[in-house]
């Protein structure tokens, strides 16, 4: 077996050794009534940032659908390939989460990518994906210090997915009952902290 794969099996060892003993009851269960989690969670595919782990959940908990840059595309149901849009309406008309999170975080390569360009041997998937949040990024790129153009960048584009999260009707109408909540989070690696989306300018620490 390789490296990678060797890995993988010693990592399966330990959840069979030590998780598995006493979490069996809570799989079973899950596995005979179904998953009813809380929250659905936008979040970026970056091995650094990983709610299950930041948010400290059990299995059940949560209904996480990542991708490159955490983005979430306007509504457009044209009958064409829609994984995001596909997951959302899932998660929200079967499942009934009563939130949505859009995570973003510190060093996306995604978003450094919508600043800088993307580089040629992504052009078949990622250039045109993170194309959607390329105006928005140039904008901030014109309103903030280069300093400090990551990280605004980074939050810009988890406002965008909100905002685009609001395009689909059956999430804008749960969440004007009150059914439903979206919320916008960043996560700093290096810190391990997360800033909240409010309605000021910029992210400020979760309290």
Not at 36 to 47: E, F, G, M, N, R
Not at 71 to 96: I, N, R, W
Not at 179 to 197: N, Q, R, Y
Request: charge should be negative; hydrophobic fraction near 45%.
């Amino acid at each position: 077996m390789s490296d990678i794969e060797d890995e993988l099996t010693a990592g399966y060892r330990r959840f069979r050794a030590e998780h598995w003993p006493t979490a069996h009851a809570e799989y079973e269960a899950l596995a005979t009534k179904g998953q009813k989690p809380h929250t659905l969670i936008v979040a970026c595919s970056d091995s650094r940032a990983d709610p299950a782990l930041i948010f400290d959940a059990k299995p059940g908990e949560l209904f996480v659908v990542r991708n490159v840059a955490n983005l979430v595309p306007p509504y457009e149901p044209d009958g064409k390939l829609h994984g995001v849009s596909a997951a959302l309406e899932f998660g929200v008309k079967v499942l009934g989460v009563k939130r949505i999170v859009v995570m973003g975080h510190a060093h996306c390569g995604g978003v450094n990518a919508m600043i800088n360009g993307a580089p040629d041997i992504v052009a078949d998937f990622v250039g045109p994906w993170i194309a959607q949040g390329t105006p928005v990024v140039q904008h901030v790129a014109e309103t903030v210090a280069h300093d400090q153009l990551e990280r605004a960048a980074e939050e810009a584009i988890v406002r965008l997915s909100i905002r685009n999260l609001r395009t689909f009707p059956w999430i804008a109408e749960r969440e004007a009952r009150g059914d439903l909540k979206l919320s916008g989070l960043h996560f700093g690696i290096s810190e391990g902290a997360l800033t909240v989306m409010t309605d000021k300018p910029r992210f400020e620490p979760l309290a």
